[in-house]
């Protein structure tokens, strides 16, 4: 294909707003697929994003356009919409020259339609906005239209679409041709070539996901990772239509798969630079930065002989994920596990979720916690991302904490109640802006550890879930924290720790203590449960001893159901952690992350 | 050798609330149809063994009318009985009428078991027992003159609202119907019954066991003894047919929703009426291997006074209890006790007893 026929491009969007549904019509309308192979999403490739609703891994796809008697390359390089995943989304962008911006009809623009756009337009990318769900009866394109004009779009850029009818598809592919601009790379140059993504298979070993910047790759030149150093020969090209395609070579302004027969997962590092080792090119391309992981959580196997297949899964899991971070700890508590590190919420929920379903590992994961600085009375600074690693009170000179500036975006109905818990979570107030007359932004700056919390929940119990939300970290700020501990049985349970601010120590205790209550089952003798800051008890709730646990009757013999009966109580057991001599279910260790009042 | 045979009537004039086992309402034509396909069950099931114990169960079994009494009876000739077997038979005490009496004790019933559940006409209602209390001394007068000498009466307690003052008024009553054998249950609010279904509640915790304490207490002032989780008797009137499920020995169970034991499998038969006429009798078979006959073994003879005869034991399975589940541990915490080579759950932790058994069959040994 010649270059200027080629155009590479994502589709970028606040969560929910038609960004797969919109891929697949794509592809459905470059024939690249049959109505009737089109299962929903067909580019979510895990189960997993496709029963949430989210795009977690980028995948890329090669679609033919036909158009005026030319034939057209597409390369389709799906993003994840959420904010925890912009580390991806900018590695997607950088094998870009354009991007569409979906806004839903009937939500207008959100929180991450912003952010998206702003890293879209770092990335010097050509914009396409686009207006979906049009023939939903709550459509309103004439208020989205201003609200784009708003943030600096002109009406007649703006594209309109119904993903579910095709409404519009044909005009968004056109408009993909006529102002995306093809790449520009050079063919003759040395090869040059992105390390977008990768991820392991378990037949094929590590497979990458790659974009030609300059020069041509071929099947069975030998390639060096410029900054590993790593060499290897190239076993197969191909590309997805979706389904996947063997070819021979890849040339500048192209996307593909890369197999190279590499098992060791630490020689990939996405964002790496391939050339050929015996034609290297001079400079590698500028990657990425790494990105920091904002919030920690311990992640432990509730079947201790499964810690080094946790180990393998993150280890796999961290190959097309380079955001996540875990170092082995040990737990009193909890015994073997890992401490791991996470870009924000949702990036951690979804790990966890992939550690269980897609390697079978059932975990247990501590409450989250943000990275603190904290000085010492002998003026070295150390680093604490979990409460158990936090010093003696008397040793620590101040603490420091991690704050983001968060944008909320929110029909100006709710303002008041929002403005009342951004001050309850500690919040500053920035500025507040009216999109229209009835939509409104508002900033504020926040410790990130409040919004760890339970910032999400409260919002959208606030907003009745219409207000969106997105967040970057700005620096730290001292506080007046502390490490609280829960007792159990007057032991401390190192994995039920935390670190709060002062003010809000007592009614936390206070919340998980009652929480606990709820939550541990009556034991053969009474268990206190203490909240405690330095040996100091807070608070204090008692789960009363077992006084009934009897199958009272055995009517007609039927034995085998007292039986069954017996069986699910010995696996419920089965499932308890014992601590000391207290059983304790899993669920209490993320008691601690939930403020919601017991019921 | 099956000496035991379980028999169920599924048919009732009234539902109770609480009640989850397997009923239907009474009809004529149902109970004629139920009775034809029961006969079959049993020609197709019983080998001829002699039976020490029969339990006629339900539903309410003496609301059957006479001549279908009469039939079930001319059913059941077919088994063998022994001299002194113990045959029950389960009812409301107003359908137990003189005429029906005297044709129980004339086909060999020599026990009755009568659903009292509670003395208070709120609870009663509550429970969906309509049902005049009044008549039971009356009753109990007339089934001891035609020669009954072996009656059981049901309690339930720990119903939302009973307090410890109603609990003593039940109690009360029922001792002064001197009868041989009492069952106490606490309510247990089932899926699928109508109690659940309104949104019934357990009571506290702490005040059923207090309830359950007093009635331990007052129970055995009175000369019963508990020899059974929730069964009292004068001495020499255990309930034989309870205790061959407690002794985990094999039994039949014939009629809609039984269950029984035979040849290491246990069976639980349709709770479907049209399958059950149909002579689709069976629902599920568990095969018990060796290692299920223990577990059953251990679960069902802990729920006895005794508890597991460790000599027994070993005669059965040819090895000592302590090499398939350590129960050392448990010993050493009081919660199980090891006396003249029984091993037995101590009474006052009789009400912690399935903590007690799973904890048990956690101390499995493997190897």
């Given at each position: 294909m010649k270059q200027e026929n080629i155009r590479n491009f994502c589709i970028i969007a606040h969560?929910?707003?038609g960004k797969s549904t919109l891929a697949d019509r794509i592809l459905e309308y470059t024939g690249s697929i049959d109505k009737r192979e089109l299962?929903?999403?067909?580019?979510?490739?895990m189960d997993l994003e496709r029963e949430r609703g989210i795009t977690i891994k980028l995948n890329a796809v090669e679609l033919l356009y036909h158009k005026d008697g030319e034939d057209y390359q597409f390369n389709l390089i799906d993003t994840p919409g959420h904010v925890d995943f912009s580390y991806e989304v900018s590695r997607s962008l950088a094998a870009c020259e354009g991007a569409i911006l979906v806004v839903d009809a009937t939500q207008g623009v959100e929180a991450q339609t912003l952010a998206n756009l702003y890293l879209a337009l770092d990335n010097h990318l050509t914009i396409i906005p686009v207006i979906n769900k049009i023939d939903l009866p709550s459509a309103n394109p004439e208020k989205v239209i201003k609200e784009l004009e708003n943030i600096g779009f002109s009406a007649n850029e703006i594209v309109l679409t119904s993903a579910k009818t095709g409404e519009g598809i044909i005009s968004l592919l056109d408009k993909i041709i006529e102002v995306i601009p093809a790449p520009k790379g050079n063919?003759?140059?040395p090869l040059k070539a992105l390390i977008f993504d990768s991820l392991f298979d378990s037949y094929k070993g590590v497979i990458t996901s790659i974009r030609i910047m300059d020069g041509i790759l071929r099947k069975g030149d030998i390639i060096r990772m410029?900054?590993?150093g790593a060499k290897y020969d190239v076993v197969g090209l191909s590309i997805n239509t979706p389904k996947e395609k063997s070819i021979d070579v890849l040339r500048a302004g192209e996307v593909g798969y890369l197999y190279a027969s590499i098992k060791s997962i630490s020689d990939v590092h996405v964002g790496d630079t391939i050339t050929l080792d015996n034609n290297p090119c001079l400079e590698k391309l500028p990657g990425y930065q790494p990105m920091r992981p904002t919030v920690y959580c311990g992640i432990y196997p509730v079947d201790p002989s499964k810690f080094e297949d946790l180990r393998e899964a993150l280890n796999k899991l961290k190959l097309?994920?380079?955001?996540l971070t875990f170092e082995a700890e040990t737990s009193k508590a909890l015994g073997f596990g890992f401490r791991c590190g996470f870009l924000g919420l949702l990036h951690m929920d979804v790990m966890e979720e992939r550690v269980t379903r897609e390697f079978g590992i059932e975990l247990i994961a501590t409450s989250p916690s943000v990275v603190y600085e904290v000085e010492l009375t002998d003026h070295t600074k150390i680093i604490v991302d979990s409460p158990h690693k936090m010093p003696r009170?008397?040793?620590?000179?101040k603490i420091l904490e991690p704050y983001v500036k968060c944008s909320i975006f929110s029909p100006s109905s709710y303002i008041g109640p929002l403005m009342e818990l951004c001050q309850e979570k500690r919040g500053n107030f920035i500025g507040m802006d009216y999109l229209d007359t009835e939509r409104v932004t508002i900033q504020y700056e926040m410790p990130l550890s409040e919004i760890v919390y339970d910032f999400f929940d409260r919002l959208k119990s606030c907003t009745k879930g219409y207000a969106s939300f997105d967040y970057e970290i700005i620096g730290y700020k001292e506080s007046n924290l502390v490490k609280m501990d829960i007792l159990l049985n007057g032991e401390i349970v190192d994995a039920l720790s935390v670190i709060v601010h002062k003010d809000f120590a007592y009614q936390r205790g206070r919340i998980v203590c009652e929480k606990l209550k709820e939550i541990i089952p009556r034991q053969l003798f009474e268990v206190p449960i203490q909240a405690a800051i330095y040996n100091h008890v807070i608070a204090r709730e008692t789960v009363k001893a077992l006084r009934k646990d009897v199958l009272a009757k055995c009517y007609g013999g039927d034995i085998t159901r007292k039986k069954k009966l017996l069986e699910k109580q010995k696996e419920g057991k089965k499932r308890m952690k014992k601590i000391g001599s207290v059983d304790i279910p899993q669920e209490a260790f993320l008691s601690v992350l939930s403020s919601k009042e017991s019921s | 050798m099956i000496k035991n045979c379980y028999i169920h009537i599924p048919f009732c004039k009234n539902i109770c609330t609480y009640c989850d086992f397997c009923k239907m309402f009474y009809n004529q034509n149902m109970v004629f149809n139920y009775l034809n396909a029961l006969e079959k069950e049993i020609q197709s099931t019983y080998q001829g063994e002699e039976l020490e114990t029969i339990y006629i169960g339900g539903g309410t079994p003496n609301c059957l009318n006479v001549e279908e009494l009469e039939r079930l009876f001319q059913i059941l000739s077919i088994l063998h009985k022994s001299s002194n077997m113990e045959f029950t038979v389960e009812g409301n005490i107003d359908y137990f009428t003189e005429e029906k009496l005297l044709l129980f004790k004339k086909n060999g019933v020599n026990r009755l078991s009568i659903g009292i559940e509670s003395s208070n006409p709120e609870t009663l209602k509550k429970l969906g027992r309509n049902l005049d209390i009044s008549l039971t001394k009356e009753g109990i007068k007339k089934a001891r003159e035609i020669g009954f000498s072996n009656i059981n009466v049901d309690l339930i307690y720990a119903i939302d609202g009973e307090c410890n003052h109603q609990l003593d008024e039940d109690i009360s009553f029922l001792l002064s119907l001197s009868v041989e054998h009492i069952s106490t249950y606490s309510l247990m609010i089932e899926d699928h019954t109508i109690l659940k279904m309104q949104g019934e509640k357990n009571i506290d915790e702490d005040l059923d066991y207090s309830m359950y304490q007093t009635i331990c207490k007052k129970l055995k002032e009175n000369g019963y003894l508990h020899y059974e989780i929730s069964n009292f008797s004068k001495k020499g009137y255990y309930s034989k047919h309870n205790l061959c499920y407690w002794n985990n020995q094999e039994y039949y169970g014939f009629g809609l929703g039984a269950s029984s034991y035979l040849h290491d499998k246990r069976i639980t038969n349709t709770r479907s009426y049209s399958k059950y006429i149909k002579g689709e009798f069976v629902k599920e078979i568990e095969n018990v291997g060796i290692s299920e006959k223990i577990e059953y073994q251990i679960l069902l003879n802990l729920r006895k006074k005794e508890g597991i005869s460790l000599e027994e034991f070993k005669r059965l399975y040819k090895k000592e209890l302590i090499s398939f589940y350590n129960y050392s541990s448990l010993l050493k915490e009081g919660l199980l006790v090891l006396e003249n080579n029984y091993l037995f759950i101590p009474e006052d932790k009789w009400y912690i007893s399935n903590e007690i058994i799973v904890r048990l069959l956690g101390c499995e040994v493997y190897g």
């Open positions: 969560i929910d707003h299962k929903n999403q067909m580019l979510d490739s063919e003759k140059a410029m900054e590993t097309n994920d380079a955001a009170r008397e040793v620590i000179s | -």
